[in-house]
T-cell receptor, first 110, second 116 residues
Framework: QKEVEQDPGPLSVPEGAIVSLNCTYS??????FMWYRQYSRKGPELLMY????GNKEDGRFTAQVDKSSKYISLFIRDSQPSDSATYLC??????????FGAGTQVVVTP | KAGVTQTPRYLIKTRGQQVTLSCSPI?????VSWYQQTPGQGLQFLFE???????NKGNFPGRFSGRQFSNSRSEMNVSTLELGDSALYLC???????????????FGSGTQLSVL
């Protein structure tokens, strides 16, 4: 069993809808929680970064961490076709290594 | 400020050959990490170099090796290529080593390696 689980999708939503993505993890020692966005044939780019339970907002993006449930989420409001990409959660373990989820492919249709 | 640069962008090799991939980190970044990305396994950590020393290593065979130079540029080598080595190889850089407080990784666009 992987330490970070993420549904690979694809997740298809109409433009303007809220995109909801999530990951679960097994190791309570995980410290830092990140979301990356990866467009086709590109490297991942960092979207959101947090280390505490609760919500963090950045424009249309909200990252949520629930350490008691070992569950992290990313919400994208007012989704646009340009948001179509693969979204990867990433968590830093106690050794400092990033553990990535499998990535969820999101398709926003006009 | 230039981002992480990886060369070459695409590579085609045959089984048994060896390959060397190059990564130039963001100026001032001292840590370089390498990842393998495949559709089936996702992103898997290969190794991390910080100040020319390998700091962390993933679960890959010894055919995968790397090094970092004094200017923080890094190379990754794969010897005796196998079909299963076909993947996107990503390099990421950061100011300090992974796990340091608030440290963030910045990725290059990757080298797409195809082994025939």
């Amino acid at each position: 069993q992987k330490e970070v689980e993420q549904d690979p999708g694809p997740l298809s939503v109409p433009e303007g809808a809220i995109v909801s993505l999530n990951c679960t993890y097994s190791n309570s020692a995980f410290q830092y929680f990140m979301w990356y966005r990866q467009y086709s044939r590109k490297g991942p780019e960092l979207l959101m970064y947090t280390y505490s339970s609760g919500n963090k907002e950045d424009g249309r993006f909200t990252a949520q961490v629930d350490k008691s449930s070992k569950y992290i989420s990313l919400f994208i409001r007012d989704s646009q076709p340009s948001d179509s990409a693969t979204y990867l959660c990433a968590i830093t373990d106690s050794w400092g290594k990033l553990q990535f989820g499998a990535g969820t492919q999101v398709v926003v249709t006009p | 400020k230039a981002g992480v640069t990886q060369t070459p962008r695409y590579l085609i090799k045959t089984r048994g050959q060896q390959v060397t991939l190059s990564c130039s980190p963001i100026s001032g970044h001292r840590s370089v990490s390498w990842y393998q990305q495949t559709p089936g396994q996702g992103l898997q950590f290969l190794f991390e170099y910080f100040s020319e020393t390998q700091r962390n290593k993933g679960n890959f065979p010894g055919r995968f090796s790397g090094r970092q130079f004094s200017n923080s540029r890094s190379e990754m080598n794969v010897s005796t290529l196998e079909l299963g080595d076909s993947a996107l190889y990503l390099c990421a850089s950061s100011l300090a080593y992974q796990g340091a407080s608030n440290e963030k990784l910045f990725f290059g666009s990757g080298t797409q390696l195809s082994v025939l």
